[in-house]
């Protein structure tokens, strides 16, 4: 039997694996309210909605309209830009959704720690693994700002044409969503 190094030898420091555990249980809290809020904050209109959901080419249709926040030019695809426009905030704007991202990427970071700590890891793997941890906390929360503002920029530039557009057929025998078999 190969003898064991000291360093791994040793038990985990209680602050490690408290605040670990703290972490964990936060990172499931933070799960269990993004759903709460997804189920409280989608109104019951469209929970029950009929109106299928927009295809790929309908959504690429309407990208330009979203990135730049710009009024769609005829009804039809204005009132596709205020779909795409609903649906992309309603994933974004759920702030539980954030919390539980960055209480993810500070699990990641200890667990990389620990590594080193243990002796499993170089401690290069900090020096590369934190930068690019933080780099995606801080290019989440900027991205979800930029999404919030030009989704909401695009649905009040598009709502009053949105509304003369004529209502979107059902598809026979389904709710859109699924396949009616």
Same mark, same amino acid.
């Given at each position: 039997?190969?003898? /064991? ?6 038990? $985990? ?18 799960? /269990? ?54 649906? $992309? ?12 991202? $960055? ?34 906390? /801080?290019?989440? /929360? ?34 859109? $969503?699924?396949?009616?078999?």
């Amino acid at each position: 039997m190969a003898p /064991v190094p000291e360093q791994l030898a040793a038990p $985990l420091p209680l602050a490690f694996t408290t605040a670990t555990g703290l972490l964990l249980a936060s990172l499931v809290a933070c799960l /269990v309210m993004a759903r709460r809020w997804r189920r409280r904050h989608q109104p019951p209109s469209e929970r029950a909605s009929t109106d299928r959901a927009l295809t790929c080419e309908e959504r690429r249709s309407v990208a330009p309209y979203l990135r730049s926040g710009r009024s769609a030019p005829d009804p039809e695809r204005a009132r596709r830009t205020v779909a795409a426009a609903r649906e $992309l905030r309603r994933g974004w704007e759920n702030p539980w959704n954030q919390c539980g991202f $960055l209480l993810y990427l500070t699990w990641l970071a200890l667990t990389v720690g620990h590594m080193v700590w243990s002796g499993t890891a170089s401690s290069g793997a900090l020096g590369v693994f934190l930068p690019v941890l933080a780099l995606l906390a /801080v290019v989440f /929360v900027v991205r979800r700002r930029r999404v919030l503002g030009r989704t909401r920029q695009s649905e009040r530039a598009n709502t009053a044409l949105a509304a003369l557009a004529k209502a979107p057929e059902r598809p026979p025998g389904g709710d859109g $969503l699924r396949k009616p078999y």
